[in-house]
């Protein structure tokens, strides 16, 4: 497998074996092959990052490769080099090139450039490494996923889009509650229908979360959109993840975020730091499951 740009890029049976090995990496530690012994990683960032860089370094480490972590001003894209330019010299010595982009077109020409496995770790349409480690925190957390029903309160964005593709794989009903203009585009409603999966859009997150077995949120302003960010917290005033909006869901319900939390914005201090709260463990996720998917790469 060349390319990890998208939840789709998979398949719903190798989504589970991700998600099975993922989980058994976990358990047991002792289990992870050194399959990258001796061989690089590309970590490649135009955006910064904590559990993103954290995590994929980590997870590099115990498959026994070297991580090289490399800042978008040591190579600058299509300012001092172009992306292919880039890629192919990584590709010279790398096993892998995984990437934290603005633009997803980036991602794409560097799939296009080289022949070793490329990696989103953040564009703009997708966050699908993060997606993974959703999976894998509600199925430890509840076993089968099947049946179950996801509620995201804030902003359709690539977390969103990534997420509702990962239910679209496991039987996941993915609602939406957003303010008007901020909704899931429509091309992602429908290539999620079209892989079969369910989902409903609202206004009122109240409407939204009544059936949730969980609640999902994230900020309401992204890297990249900071010039929206006084417009943003009108338009989503309403839509905080607090004791009153989680008291009318059902009593198992539980509560994740992808980080970094604004407190008192899209999520409460009581909720994220309450009993129902999923968000530590779901980071953690977030090493198993990249280490998984690039086993899955290599061994496929």
């Known amino acids: ?41 590309a970590l490649l960032f135009e955006k910064p990052s904590a559990r993103t860089r954290s995590s994929s370094e980590m997870a590099i480490v115990t498959l026994g490769g070297h991580p090289i972590y490399i800042r978008d001003e040591e190579v600058q894209m299509d300012r001092r080099e172009s992306v292919e330019d880039v890629a192919r010299t990584l590709a010279g010595y790398c096993a892998l090139i995984a990437a934290r982009t603005f633009e997803h077109s980036t991602l794409e020409r ?88 369910s989902v409903e859009q609202f206004h009122d997150p109240y409407d939204a979360v ?12 992204s890297m990249g959109q900071e010039q929206e960010s006084a417009i943003r917290k009108v338009a989503f005033t309403g839509y905080c993840i607090d004791e009153t909006l989680v008291g009318t869901a059902p009593d198992h319900v539980v509560v994740m975020h992808c980080l970094p939390a604004h407190r008192g914005e899209e999520i409460s201090e009581s909720v994220l730091e309450g009993p129902r709260s999923l968000v530590w463990t779901q980071a953690a996720f977030r090493m198993d499951a990249f280490r998984s998917l690039v086993v899955e790469m290599f061994e496929s």
């Open 210 to 221: 009544r059936d949730a077995d969980a609640i999902y949120t994230d900020v309401w302003t």
């Open 1 to 41: 497998m060349q390319q990890f740009l998208e939840i789709d890029d998979l398949d719903p049976a190798t989504l589970a074996r991700v998600i099975d090995r993922a989980m058994a990496y976990r358990n047991d530690p002792s289990g992870v092959p050194r399959l990258l012994a001796g061989q690089g990683a």
């Open 110 to 197: 560097m799939v296009a450039a080289v022949e070793i496995p490329v990696i989103n770790l953040l564009s703009d349409l997708a966050h699908p490494c993060q997606a993974i480690a959703d999976l894998i925190t509600l199925r430890s957390h509840f076993g089968a996923l099947d049946g179950r029903r996801v509620a995201y309160v804030g902003d359709g964005n690539n977390v969103a889009a990534s997420l509702a593709f990962a239910c679209a794989f496991t039987g996941i009903d993915f609602v939406l509650a957003s303010p008007e203009g901020y909704e899931l585009p429509d091309d992602v409603v429908d290539r999620v229908r079209n892989l079969g999966g």
